[in-house]
């Protein structure tokens, strides 16, 4: 017999006994299913045999790990049933690459007609698993089995990152014969997996699966055309430039060819700035940029490129930060922990910032304020404005596309921005790469070089972070004239440098430490370069360190 304890009780088992026979025991008390759990403080699968003492903590679909977990498993689902109903044979490729609403896109190559007939089979197949509750199981192989494996099934991708494997080793999951390679854990069965939908959309569909809030409701599936059209022109240059997945990129790496990578890249970007600002200079009545995104997208950066480029096209623009019209510290509302919360509409003084803003569209003489975070209050230094013909403001801030914050202005003198990095790179074609992973790796970077933070701390916070991006930006990015993604293909192999170090500081017994462990496994297939070759204006700078830029 083994000892198991759980909530601080102590359990008898047979020796031998799985964590998911034990986990049955335990369902009851919890609202959400059981996915995962804690195990002597290692992250296990719930078929693991247990063959000591051990002090068990489940993990349920309402935690983030436990919902990627559940993502990931109704991922493998889905692609087993899109390839038994459509036939591998007839498969050229399918590729889950982006996030669309709450779903994955999953585009489909080969002459497969991606109709509402054939995914309403599709979805009817992947129902037809979890009611049969098929034992998802495990296979450790070698690298050199993996290899062939995956080139025999024509997944190339995996064939190809696996070549950067530095581990002898891989684990090959399984469905009922079907198999893949996922980064991450798996659920037990499929027959937990009863939550998602899909959806035809554009040349592919969206597989539709719920949030850690709701782990048992499929959210409605809301297209977002302008945000899904930027990452389908981000996509379309990766795929140009040969590098739409991380195998691809260490190729570039290898083979020398990276520098030219960059240099495209930053070009792209540029391009991009230049026709917004082009775009800004046509529209005769634009006074006011609002400039809105998510955390570590690089909007401080594209400010001031945006603000040369607006001087090449003839303007004279103003940068002004909505932080400067924060209300006074004792008027600033707080979280649900307690903490000051600037992130929600209300810390903004929205009726002074209209105020100043009516003001100076009307051509008067203001004095701007700026906001002291030492003694948490605004203050005036003497720094006054006044628009002329050729002025702009260029306004930075995470409401700047919630009109409500703007009631006062015209909208066609409005310009608004929304800049986020949507990731143009997959893992592999099976396997994509999370915005917000991506931001939140930006994210630790800066924090320990700038704010001393390391990055236990930032991931600690990240959750309060993705919290408010939900409710105050992510539901006004439709709303935007222009959308810029600075996400660059390359980014990854310069920012690996500097957040694996900071990773590996986060301690084992720290609550952060399985997200520390996640992203360095992740990192562990990225091959690294120089930041020196990267311009002094990129957006990257912002978080590397280097930019010409006062960031």
């Known amino acids: 017999m083994i000892s198991v304890n759980i909530g601080n009780v102590s359990y008898e088992y047979e020796d031998g006994t799985t964590i998911y026979e034990i986990a049955k025991d335990f369902k009851k008390f919890y609202e959400n299913d059981i996915i995962l759990a804690v195990c002597n403080g290692k992250l296990s699968e719930l078929s693991n045999v247990l063959t000591e003492n051990c002090i068990i903590k489940f993990i349920t679909t309402a935690s983030h790990i436990g919902s990627e977990c559940y993502k990931r498993s109704v991922t493998f689902m889905m692609l087993k049933a899109f390839y038994k109903v459509a036939g591998r044979s007839n498969v050229g490729r399918i590729s889950v690459e982006h996030s669309v609403s709450k779903g994955y896109y999953c585009a489909v190559g080969g002459g497969i007609k991606v109709d509402n007939a054939f995914v309403k089979q599709v979805k009817e197949e992947m129902n037809a698993l979890v009611k049969r509750d098929i034992l998802i199981t495990k296979e450790v192989v070698s690298v050199t089995k993996a290899i062939e494996k995956f080139g025999r099934y024509g997944m190339k991708d995996k064939e190809h990152l696996l070549k950067y494997r530095r581990a002898s080793t891989v684990n090959v999951y399984k469905m009922e014969g079907f198999e893949d390679y996922f980064y991450g854990y798996m659920a037990y069965s499929t027959g937990c997996l009863k939550y998602f939908d899909l959806i035809?959309?554009?040349?592919?569909?969206?597989?539709?699966?719920?949030?850690?809030?709701?782990?048992?409701?499929?959210?409605?599936?809301?297209?977002?055309?302008?945000?899904?059209?930027?990452?389908?022109?981000?996509t379309s240059w990766a795929k140009m430039l040969g590098v739409s997945t991380i195998g691809q990129i260490n190729d570039k790496i290898t083979s020398g060819e990276i520098n030219n990578i960059m240099l495209v890249q930053e070009a792209i970007q540029e391009k991009k700035i230049a026709d917004i600002a082009s775009d800004i200079a046509k529209r005769k009545d634009v006074k006011v940029i609002m400039i809105a995104g998510p955390s570590s997208s690089g909007k401080t950066s594209f400010s001031h490129r945006l603000a040369v480029q607006l001087i090449a096209q003839g303007l004279k623009p103003h940068p002004i930060p909505m932080d400067s019209y924060f209300v006074n510290r004792e008027?600033?509302?707080?979280?649900?922990?307690?903490?000051?919360?600037?992130?929600?509409?209300?810390?903004?003084?929205?009726?002074?910032?209209?105020?100043?803003?009516?003001?100076?569209?009307?051509?008067?003489?203001?004095?701007?304020?700026?906001?002291?975070?030492?003694?948490?209050?605004?203050?005036?230094?003497?720094?006054?404005?006044?628009?002329?013909?050729?002025?702009?403001?260029?306004?930075?801030?995470?409401?700047?596309?919630?009109?409500?914050?703007?009631?006062?202005?015209?909208?066609?003198?409005?310009?608004?921005?929304?800049?986020?990095?949507?990731?143009?790179?997959?893992?592999?074609?099976?396997?994509?790469?999370?915005?917000?992973?991506?931001?939140?790796?930006?994210?630790?970077?800066?924090?320990?070089?700038?704010?001393?933070?390391?990055?236990?701390?930032?991931?600690?916070?990240?959750?309060?972070?993705?919290?408010?991006?939900?409710?105050?930006?992510?539901?006004?990015?439709?709303?935007?004239?222009?959308?810029?993604?600075?996400?660059?293909?390359?980014?990854?192999?310069?920012?690996?440098?500097?957040?694996?170090?900071?990773?590996?500081?986060?301690?084992?017994?720290?609550?952060?430490?399985?997200?520390?462990?996640?992203?360095?496994?992740?990192?562990?297939?990225?091959?690294?370069?120089?930041?020196?070759?990267?311009?002094?204006?990129?957006?990257?700078?912002?978080?590397?360190?280097?930019?010409?830029?006062?960031?």
């Not at 996400?487 to 500097?498: C, D, Q, R, W």
């Open 331 to 551: 008027d600033t509302p707080v979280d649900e922990d307690g903490k000051l919360d600037y992130e929600v509409v209300e810390a903004v003084d929205i009726e002074f910032f209209n105020e100043q803003m009516t003001q100076l569209l009307a051509g008067k003489r203001v004095e701007l304020p700026d906001f002291d975070f030492v003694v948490g209050k605004r203050v005036f230094d003497g720094k006054y404005l006044q628009l002329g013909e050729d002025d702009v403001l260029i306004i930075e801030g995470i409401h700047c596309l919630n009109d409500a914050v703007s009631y006062s202005l015209p909208s066609d003198k409005k310009y608004k921005i929304y800049v986020s990095a949507l990731t143009p790179l997959n893992v592999d074609e099976h396997n994509r790469i999370a915005t917000s992973d991506w931001r939140l790796l930006r994210r630790i970077v800066r924090d320990v070089r700038t704010r001393g933070t390391s990055a236990e701390g930032t991931i600690e916070m990240w959750k309060r972070v993705r919290r408010g991006e939900e409710k105050n930006i992510f539901p006004y990015q439709e709303s935007a004239d222009a959308i810029y993604n600075s996400a660059m293909v390359y980014e990854l192999s310069v920012i690996k440098t500097y957040a694996e170090p900071a990773l590996f500081s986060v301690p084992k017994d720290s609550e952060q430490y399985f997200e520390a462990k996640r992203l360095l496994k992740f990192l562990d297939y990225v091959l690294a370069v120089p930041k020196e070759n990267i311009p002094k204006n990129s957006l990257l700078r912002e978080f590397v360190g280097g930019s010409i830029f006062p960031v």
């Open 200 to 234: 035809p959309y554009d040349e592919g569909f969206v597989l539709q699966l719920p949030t850690k809030e709701n782990p048992k409701e499929v959210p409605e599936f809301k297209p977002q055309n302008k945000v899904y059209n930027t990452l389908k022109e981000t």
